[in-house]
């Protein structure tokens, strides 16, 4: 019995053997019934089909290549790829690519099971009955998940620089180690600023942008949300914060009675300090528009990411006579605030107004690692404009993201 | 009351003058012919010479009078006879011959990552691609990583099925395009469509499955598109696009961008990982340009072209002013 | 405990995001977008947050008679019926065949969506054209040497942008024209800006990310 076994699986593999370099098939969904009866030419088949495992994945997935069947150019229409998980087949179209295109990956595949491919040349213009020529099958192959994405290699380097450097630097602000930061006006104008609110009797406004809590620079606004706060707390100046997101509401919320709280001046707090007004995009700025018209608030603060409705804002801020301190990390909107505001925290400045506001050591110290970050970047770009001028693109890889 | 509202009455005049004339039959009574558009302009040269000579004397218009002459401009040019033409800029350029590379049945994806606010940019772009792509047998998939993206994708579709030759191809909604619909999760959906689309479209617009839907048979994930077009105007978007898209999945992207956004893109322009790059409304235009589907970007041109010279004009009756210091008397 | 949890779940969740990125193998590389669905998850339900204090501050302006009151009504009443027409569509859309959403052609929804939301929305996009133009006129001056260059190079981007600039210098050689200015301008000196502040933002998110993960900066949390 046994034997017999074997012997059917021998035959069926010399069958398979013999059958498979070149097979003209017909696609039935796309045959004209008026035109089966004409002959069509068969393409040649695409040959040297390689499966391999997609490399830096989390495995279900598998890499197919092949090369261009020799008639890609005159006759072939697409490439089939086609799938199964024994030799003998049946196999199934998984994928299609269009003429001159020779890779594929194929997804969603499970990571304990055997698949075999082959890739089929098919010819299949309009109104004509389809031809296509299927490769040998290539297989078995299971996929597999990979513990470290090398692709990602040189990124995880500089993840190391950079966390270490700042992590060392925020060690030698702690053992008291004297750090020079550079002044930054925006950052010192806030004082300033919330002064001339104070001496005016009239509100500060502060923006977090329009973006949720998962973006950082809404998260760096809402940090300094909380030192503007203690110091509207201290003036006992009115603060008001209308926001665009509703968790953005709550996380600021906290901020600023947190700050009032630190200040000792937890009964000048009210919850609808911080309010919330709408998630759209010119909903939101409409609204502050008519609260700064009709409130004209001495200070507007924009801290966070703002996109078409900067200029929109900063300008009414800037017709209301408001003194106003923008920083945002979207570098097209920058123009816009520098154009209708006192002061602009240019990009890395927002994020480092937190550290310089509180003037923490340790907070400072994440400043220089930044800055020796910043260094080696530069020193990285130098060599990199030299490698490339003398022929040795290599290099370009520790730059590069995958 | 006059002196409070004019300018507010003013500025309604005309933006209800601009309005009638949308309605307007053919033949359009109110279109101006060539020489009174040329004596329009010169009427408009003559008011802003005026305004510098007032500027000379010490007299510093208001910002409200910017306004006016802003909004004039902006619409006086729909009321002319006058078309321009523009020069094809390189990233249009780039943007255009990266689809029209694209030989007949290739599949492309198309993003509609913005809303109505910025339709007025990014629709002509959109509707001059979907005209372009049907004519070229371009195979479109539509999502949209914005809620309202697909609503917009479907004007474009509509507009380009208007088109006698396109109508003639008797394309098919599922075989020739397919409207997959708005996912959230921002630039997850691309990370994720990166393995599979089907995960994050299970089915389309209309409720089909994905796997019944023709077209989609073998499309996998990016690796069986062969190019990406983005209309973004903001985030999630182009950036993110590029980021991951080309990036990590190493897909040809090419964008149509607000002019407020387009700025911010030259960096991926310049490095390659953009393929082109068409921004704002003179994008818009030249795109139409290139593909040769005029439309109401490039209507749109004259009224661009105004307002930019009205702005470089009082750019330049600021200066002046700053340059003889007669800055504090106001009017 | 009220603020060393938040600080503990920060802690938690960022290692594993960051460990996330390197390690594609299970179960690191399901984690991210684990996360951002949860992410999305307490973003939707908290949006009724946001809309109830915003009826909540209405009512209170409207109860109290406050400054310009009036409008809270507006407010209120364009909620409540926005509201009660999507649901009202939703709900009629259940009994449809095949089964139509609040937001497909056609319903109420559509109409307010197309002819109200619409056009406000595109009205307050297109005021940025007159900003534009106010802003231009009163900060391109030219103060000083920086002021003078972002002056000259504003003028002729604006200007190479429009077919005015290359009818004004048609008489320059081909590639020396106001568009080829304009583009010179927007490929070097612009892009090389952008990509000094891109760099800048991304150290500056590694290093307040950081701080925030490793709790260093807690001024988000306590002020």
Redesign the interface.
Same mark, same amino acid.
């Given at each position: 019995m046994r034997d017999l076994i074997v012997f059917f699986r021998c035959l069926l593999a010399g069958i398979l053997f013999f059958s498979l370099p070149v097979v003209a098939q017909t696609d039935s969904a796309a045959v004209a019934p008026d035109t089966a009866a004409i002959q069509q030419p068969v393409p040649a088949p695409p040959v040297n089909v390689i499966v391999t495992d997609t490399p830096n994945d989390n495995g279900r997935s598998l890499e197919i290549r092949w090369d261009l069947s020799p008639d890609d150019q005159a006759l072939v229409t697409k490439y089939q790829v086609l799938r199964s998980s024994s030799q003998s087949g049946p196999f199934q179209v998984v994928g299609e690519t269009t003429k001159g295109q020779n890779t594929f990956i194929n997804g969603d595949l499970s990571d304990s099971v055997d698949y075999f491919y082959r890739v089929a040349a098919v010819r299949a213009p309009a109104g004509v009955m389809a031809t296509m020529a299927e490769s040998p099958v290539f297989g078995p192959i299971v996929p597999v998940a990979q513990w470290f994405n090398m692709n990602r290699i040189w990124i995880f380097i500089w993840t190391l620089v950079i966390c270490g450097a700042i992590l060392l630097y925020i060690r030698a602000a702690r053992s008291g180690k004297e750090l020079y930061v550079r002044k930054i006006a925006g950052i010192d104008a806030v004082e300033e600023a919330i002064g001339r609110a104070t001496e005016m009797g009239r509100k500060v406004m502060y923006i977090p942008g329009i973006q949720d809590m998962d973006d950082v620079q809404t998260i760096a606004g809402v940090t300094i949300l909380g030192r503007v706060a203690r110091i509207t707390a201290e003036n006992d100046t009115k603060l008001d914060v209308p926001v665009s997101k509703s968790l953005v509401m709550v996380v600021a919320r906290e901020a600023v009675r947190e700050a009032y709280q630190k200040a000792g001046r937890p009964d000048a707090f009210h919850d609808d300090m911080v309010h919330y007004v709408t998630d759209d995009q010119f909903g939101y700025a409409a609204a502050i528009d008519g609260m700064v018209v009709r409130d004209k608030p001495a200070t507007m603060f924009y801290m966070g990411c703002f996109f078409a409705e900067s200029l929109i804002l900063a300008e009414t801020g800037n017709a209301a006579g408001a003194i106003q301190i923008a920083g945002t990390g979207q570098p097209s909107q920058l123009p816009f605030f520098v154009a209708s505001c006192d002061y602009t925290l240019i990009g890395e400045e927002l994020f480092a107004a937190s550290a310089y506001l509180s003037r923490e050591p340790k907070l400072l110290g994440s400043l220089k690692g930044q800055d020796f970050a910043k260094a080696a970047f530069l020193l990285a770009i130098l060599v990199g404009i030299v490698a490339v001028l003398i022929g040795w693109t290599g290099f370009l890889k520790i730059l590069e993201v995958g | 009351m006059l002196k409070k509202y004019g300018f507010a009455i003013v500025m309604f005049l005309i933006c209800l003058v601009a309005l009638v004339r949308t309605f307007m039959a053919e033949p359009d009574p109110l279109a101006f012919s060539p020489v009174v558009s040329y004596i329009v302009i010169g009427l408009l040269a003559l008011a802003m010479i005026a305004v510098l000579i007032l500027t000379i004397k010490g007299i510093f218009v208001e910002?409200r009078w910017?306004?006016l002459?802003?909004?004039v401009a902006?619409v006086l040019p729909y009321f002319m006879s006058i078309t321009? !033409?523009? !020069?094809v800029?390189?990233?249009v350029q780039g943007l255009f011959n990266g689809v029209n590379a694209l030989?007949p049945?290739? !599949?492309v994806l198309v993003a509609f990552d913005y809303?109505?606010? +910025?339709?007025?940019e990014l629709q002509p772009m959109a509707d001059a691609f979907m005209a372009f792509a049907f004519k070229r047998d371009l195979k479109l998939i539509i999502i949209g990583l914005w809620p309202q993206g697909p609503?917009q994708a479907?004007l474009s579709i509509t507009r380009a099925m208007a088109e006698p030759e396109v109508a003639a191809k008797n394309l098919r909604y599922g075989t020739d395009y397919v409207n997959l619909g708005f996912q959230?999760?921002n630039e997850?959906v691309i990370? $994720?469509m990166g393995? +599979?689309f089907? $995960?994050m479209f299970p089915r389309d617009i209309?409720?089909t499955p994905y796997d019944e839907i023709p077209l989609l048979?073998?499309?996998?994930?990016?690796?069986?598109v062969?190019f990406v077009v983005n209309w973004s $105007?903001?985030?999630p978007g182009t950036k993110e696009w590029v980021?991951i898209a080309v990036?990590?999945f190493r897909v040809k992207v090419g964008a149509g961008n607000?002019a407020?956004?387009?700025?911010?893109m030259?960096?991926y322009l310049?490095a390659g990982q953009l393929t082109g790059l068409a921004g704002g409304m003179?994008g818009a235009a030249e795109f139409e340009m290139a593909t040769n589907e005029y439309g109401r970007a490039t209507v749109a041109?004259l009224s661009?072209?105004f $307002?930019?010279?009205?702005?470089?004009a009082?750019?330049i009756?600021?200066?002046v002013a700053?340059?003889l210091g007669k800055e504090k008397k106001t009017r | 405990m009220k603020r060393e949890v938040p600080i503990i779940i920060t802690l938690v969740v960022g290692i594993v995001f960051i460990l996330s990125y390197f390690i594609p193998h299970a179960p690191f590389g399901e984690l991210e977008t684990f996360y951002n669905e949860w992410f999305s998850i307490v973003a939707s339900f908290a949006i009724w947050l946001g809309a109830l204090n915003l009826m909540k501050l209405s009512f209170i302006r409207i109860s109290r008679k406050q400054h310009d009151w009036q409008l809270s009504w507006v407010i209120v009443i364009c909620f409540l019926v926005i509201v009660a027409v999507g649901f009202y569509d939703g709900y009629a859309g259940l009994s449809n065949n095949p089964q139509t959403s609040f937001r497909d052609p056609g319903t109420n929804f559509d109409w307010l969506y197309t002819y109200i939301y619409t056009p406000l929305s595109s009205t307050m996009f297109a005021i940025l054209a007159f900003f534009v133009a106010s802003a231009s006129y009163r900060a391109f001056r030219a103060r000083n040497t920086a002021a003078t260059l972002l002056l000259l190079a504003g003028f002729l981007v604006m200007l190479g942008r429009v077919p005015l600039g290359d009818i004004l210098t048609s008489y320059l050689p081909e590639g020396w024209r106001a568009s080829d200015w304009a583009s010179w301008i927007m490929n070097f000196p612009h892009t090389a800006g952008q990509r000094a502040i891109k760099i800048g933002v991304a150290l500056g998110i590694v290093s307040t990310s950081l701080r925030i993960i490793l709790g260093i900066e807690r001024s988000h949390l306590e002020g």
């Amino acid at each position: 019995m046994r034997d017999l076994i074997v012997f059917f699986r021998c035959l069926l593999a010399g069958i398979l053997f013999f059958s498979l370099p070149v097979v003209a098939q017909t696609d039935s969904a796309a045959v004209a019934p008026d035109t089966a009866a004409i002959q069509q030419p068969v393409p040649a088949p695409p040959v040297n089909v390689i499966v391999t495992d997609t490399p830096n994945d989390n495995g279900r997935s598998l890499e197919i290549r092949w090369d261009l069947s020799p008639d890609d150019q005159a006759l072939v229409t697409k490439y089939q790829v086609l799938r199964s998980s024994s030799q003998s087949g049946p196999f199934q179209v998984v994928g299609e690519t269009t003429k001159g295109q020779n890779t594929f990956i194929n997804g969603d595949l499970s990571d304990s099971v055997d698949y075999f491919y082959r890739v089929a040349a098919v010819r299949a213009p309009a109104g004509v009955m389809a031809t296509m020529a299927e490769s040998p099958v290539f297989g078995p192959i299971v996929p597999v998940a990979q513990w470290f994405n090398m692709n990602r290699i040189w990124i995880f380097i500089w993840t190391l620089v950079i966390c270490g450097a700042i992590l060392l630097y925020i060690r030698a602000a702690r053992s008291g180690k004297e750090l020079y930061v550079r002044k930054i006006a925006g950052i010192d104008a806030v004082e300033e600023a919330i002064g001339r609110a104070t001496e005016m009797g009239r509100k500060v406004m502060y923006i977090p942008g329009i973006q949720d809590m998962d973006d950082v620079q809404t998260i760096a606004g809402v940090t300094i949300l909380g030192r503007v706060a203690r110091i509207t707390a201290e003036n006992d100046t009115k603060l008001d914060v209308p926001v665009s997101k509703s968790l953005v509401m709550v996380v600021a919320r906290e901020a600023v009675r947190e700050a009032y709280q630190k200040a000792g001046r937890p009964d000048a707090f009210h919850d609808d300090m911080v309010h919330y007004v709408t998630d759209d995009q010119f909903g939101y700025a409409a609204a502050i528009d008519g609260m700064v018209v009709r409130d004209k608030p001495a200070t507007m603060f924009y801290m966070g990411c703002f996109f078409a409705e900067s200029l929109i804002l900063a300008e009414t801020g800037n017709a209301a006579g408001a003194i106003q301190i923008a920083g945002t990390g979207q570098p097209s909107q920058l123009p816009f605030f520098v154009a209708s505001c006192d002061y602009t925290l240019i990009g890395e400045e927002l994020f480092a107004a937190s550290a310089y506001l509180s003037r923490e050591p340790k907070l400072l110290g994440s400043l220089k690692g930044q800055d020796f970050a910043k260094a080696a970047f530069l020193l990285a770009i130098l060599v990199g404009i030299v490698a490339v001028l003398i022929g040795w693109t290599g290099f370009l890889k520790i730059l590069e993201v995958g | 009351m006059l002196k409070k509202y004019g300018f507010a009455i003013v500025m309604f005049l005309i933006c209800l003058v601009a309005l009638v004339r949308t309605f307007m039959a053919e033949p359009d009574p109110l279109a101006f012919s060539p020489v009174v558009s040329y004596i329009v302009i010169g009427l408009l040269a003559l008011a802003m010479i005026a305004v510098l000579i007032l500027t000379i004397k010490g007299i510093f218009v208001e910002r409200r009078w910017v306004f006016l002459f802003v909004g004039v401009a902006l619409v006086l040019p729909y009321f002319m006879s006058i078309t321009l !033409k523009t !020069k094809v800029s390189p990233e249009v350029q780039g943007l255009f011959n990266g689809v029209n590379a694209l030989p007949p049945g290739s !599949k492309v994806l198309v993003a509609f990552d913005y809303d109505p606010p +910025s339709a007025p940019e990014l629709q002509p772009m959109a509707d001059a691609f979907m005209a372009f792509a049907f004519k070229r047998d371009l195979k479109l998939i539509i999502i949209g990583l914005w809620p309202q993206g697909p609503q917009q994708a479907n004007l474009s579709i509509t507009r380009a099925m208007a088109e006698p030759e396109v109508a003639a191809k008797n394309l098919r909604y599922g075989t020739d395009y397919v409207n997959l619909g708005f996912q959230s999760g921002n630039e997850f959906v691309i990370q $994720s469509m990166g393995t +599979s689309f089907r $995960s994050m479209f299970p089915r389309d617009i209309y409720n089909t499955p994905y796997d019944e839907i023709p077209l989609l048979r073998g499309v996998e994930n990016f690796s069986n598109v062969d190019f990406v077009v983005n209309w973004s $105007s903001g985030y999630p978007g182009t950036k993110e696009w590029v980021q991951i898209a080309v990036d990590r999945f190493r897909v040809k992207v090419g964008a149509g961008n607000t002019a407020v956004q387009a700025p911010e893109m030259y960096p991926y322009l310049n490095a390659g990982q953009l393929t082109g790059l068409a921004g704002g409304m003179t994008g818009a235009a030249e795109f139409e340009m290139a593909t040769n589907e005029y439309g109401r970007a490039t209507v749109a041109l004259l009224s661009q072209l105004f $307002s930019h010279a009205v702005v470089i004009a009082f750019i330049i009756i600021g200066n002046v002013a700053l340059f003889l210091g007669k800055e504090k008397k106001t009017r | 405990m009220k603020r060393e949890v938040p600080i503990i779940i920060t802690l938690v969740v960022g290692i594993v995001f960051i460990l996330s990125y390197f390690i594609p193998h299970a179960p690191f590389g399901e984690l991210e977008t684990f996360y951002n669905e949860w992410f999305s998850i307490v973003a939707s339900f908290a949006i009724w947050l946001g809309a109830l204090n915003l009826m909540k501050l209405s009512f209170i302006r409207i109860s109290r008679k406050q400054h310009d009151w009036q409008l809270s009504w507006v407010i209120v009443i364009c909620f409540l019926v926005i509201v009660a027409v999507g649901f009202y569509d939703g709900y009629a859309g259940l009994s449809n065949n095949p089964q139509t959403s609040f937001r497909d052609p056609g319903t109420n929804f559509d109409w307010l969506y197309t002819y109200i939301y619409t056009p406000l929305s595109s009205t307050m996009f297109a005021i940025l054209a007159f900003f534009v133009a106010s802003a231009s006129y009163r900060a391109f001056r030219a103060r000083n040497t920086a002021a003078t260059l972002l002056l000259l190079a504003g003028f002729l981007v604006m200007l190479g942008r429009v077919p005015l600039g290359d009818i004004l210098t048609s008489y320059l050689p081909e590639g020396w024209r106001a568009s080829d200015w304009a583009s010179w301008i927007m490929n070097f000196p612009h892009t090389a800006g952008q990509r000094a502040i891109k760099i800048g933002v991304a150290l500056g998110i590694v290093s307040t990310s950081l701080r925030i993960i490793l709790g260093i900066e807690r001024s988000h949390l306590e002020g």
